[in-house]
């Protein structure tokens, strides 16, 4: 690394950072999208976004999700949780409206008190944000290992597009050197603007979104600029990537966006997971890195661009390491989570999500 | 509003961290700074590796107050890997029942609210079947 930074867009750490452990979380309940076509539309089954979603038990949130999906990050990672100097949470479904879901998962794993503790928001990129913040805090030479997580419980109003696909699940990474990392996170790039695309104001239940305006003008643009722009900064081309990852609020959307850019069906394979889980939200992207770092080789390169209503998409270069091999099979694997599955009806899932009024 | 002991019993309670008798070995929980074994002191912190099996189990249907939100649950007392006996809810059963000897392992998981929809949130150990890989 030169000490004079080259013009570059990218983000690169001056120290190189990488993934020591990783982790993923999705419940044991699905709701098929047919039930929801079921209850509102008169079982009208064409044009179904996914197959299933991912449903939350009664007794879960993005608290105890986000400390399963750290624990297994832990377990793969191998380190002394209290060497960890921050735990960084991202999530637009965190249990409290004031108090961190980080200082629970930090307690909760040993991480605390000699430690950083935020909740990261910014929609479905909320995640990836964490991440970014890791690679600098690791980067820069402050800190040796960071948790940086994105999972969601995520709510669509009874009947709406959102309901088919709002799911459960996430994962989570230990960030630390590049020389203890089952993969190294080469660069990053961020492509970030005011697009008012979805939202949901302060006390509102349920979030809004801008119908039509959602594809075009936010999801892929950004997308597609987010990851075209670090491959041009970094001189790589779409063949340079065993693998590709883009966020999946549906099954289509990624498709497109792997198409638009240069990839073939097989690169997204490993980590295209919303037909089967459905949109985790700030998890859609990261768990479908998981997915992929679960079947990967040693010098697999990967690309992840995630992308968050708002508007915006973190871009990610990755390169897989030897490590990988030996620390893999030391948790539960994303498909061992997805192979985990109770259907349940619209019924159940109305009284799981809390949608029944009790008063 | 019980927040002063829900806050002291949170390392317990989030990771199953009990106590290791330093004289004879004996693993302790919940904690109790004296060893149930041997009688000497025993303060050595010991992380359970939350494993254990079911040991004796029943359905509530009548919840407490705090619990109705989530019945009908089982309750079991689990017999850990480590030894000791713990009372906790099995949780995630999807479509198995519950038997005695069922392989279980430990989860954190949201065991009820301090009071109304305004109190904290209690978080706590649950046990589910283990889960393997696919
Ligand atoms: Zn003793």
Redesign the pocket.
């Known amino acids: 690394m030169t000490t004079t930074r080259p013009n570059t867009k990218l983000l690169i750490p001056a120290k190189p950072v990488g993934i020591i452990g990783y982790g993923a979380y999705v419940p044991r309940y699905r709701l098929p999208a047919r039930e929801v076509a079921r209850v509102w539309v008169g079982g009208r089954t064409s044009g179904l976004p996914i197959k299933e979603k991912a449903v939350p038990g009664l007794d879960e949130d993005v608290v105890t999700m986000s400390l399963e999906a750290v624990r297994n990050a832990l377990k793969r990672a191998g380190i002394d949780p209290a060497e960890i100097r921050a735990v960084w949470i991202g999530s637009e479904s965190h249990p409290y409206a004031v108090k961190p879901t980080s200082t629970i998962v930090a307690e909760a794993i040993g991480a605390a008190p000699h430690v950083q503790a935020a909740d990261m928001e910014f929609a479905c990129k909320a995640g990836t944000e964490a991440m970014v913040m890791a690679m600098g805090l690791i980067g820069s030479g402050m800190a040796r290992y960071a948790v940086a997580a994105g999972l969601d419980t995520a709510q669509g109003k009874p009947g709406d597009a959102l309901e088919y696909t709002a799911a459960a699940g996430g994962a989570a990474f230990i960030i630390g050197p590049a020389e203890e990392s089952l993969a190294t996170i080469n660069a990053s790039y961020s492509f970030v603007t005011d697009t008012p695309d979805f939202w949901r104001r302060e006390y509102q239940r349920y979030p809004e979104h801008g119908n039509r305006f959602t594809g075009e003008p936010a999801y892929f643009k950004h997308s597609t600029t987010a990851g075209k722009t670090l491959m041009e900064e970094m001189g790589t081309k779409p063949a340079d990537y065993k693998w590709a990852i883009f966020h999946q609020p549906n099954t289509k959307f990624p498709q497109r966006t792997a198409s638009l850019l240069g990839f073939t069906p097989e690169q997204i394979k490993p980590g295209l997971l919303s037909p089967v889980i459905g949109n985790t939200y700030a998890g859609a992207a990261i768990i479908g890195l998981t997915a992929t770092l679960d079947i990967a080789q040693p010098g697999d390169r990967i690309l992840m661009v995630s992308f968050g209503s708002g508007a915006g998409s973190d871009a990610f270069d990755i390169t897989v390491t030897e490590k990988l091999l030996e620390r893999r099979d030391k948790a539960l694997k994303t498909q061992d989570y997805i192979a985990r599955r109770t259907e349940i009806d619209y019924a159940t899932y109305s009284r799981f999500r809390g949608k029944i009024a009790m008063k | 509003m019980e927040i002063p002991r829900h806050w002291r019993l949170n390392q317990q309670r989030y990771g199953l961290v009990g106590e290791v008798?330093p004289?004879?070995?004996?693993k302790i929980f919940p904690p109790r700074d004296i060893?149930p074994?041997?009688?000497?002191d025993?303060k050595t912190t010991f992380a359970f590796s939350g494993r254990g099996a079911v040991f004796s189990f029943t359905t509530i249907y009548e919840a407490p107050t705090g619990f109705d939100e989530t019945a009908p649950y089982t309750v079991a007392l689990v017999k850990l890997e480590e030894g000791p006996l713990v009372t906790a809810q099995l949780t995630d059963l999807g479509e198995a029942h519950p038997e005695i000897g069922m392989p279980v392992e430990m989860v954190t998981r949201r065991l009820r609210s301090d009071g109304d929809e305004r109190g904290m949130l209690i978080y706590g150990y649950k046990f589910r079947p283990v889960l393997k890989p696919a």
């Open positions: 008798c004289h004879c070995d004996t060893c074994a041997c009688g000497q025993a």
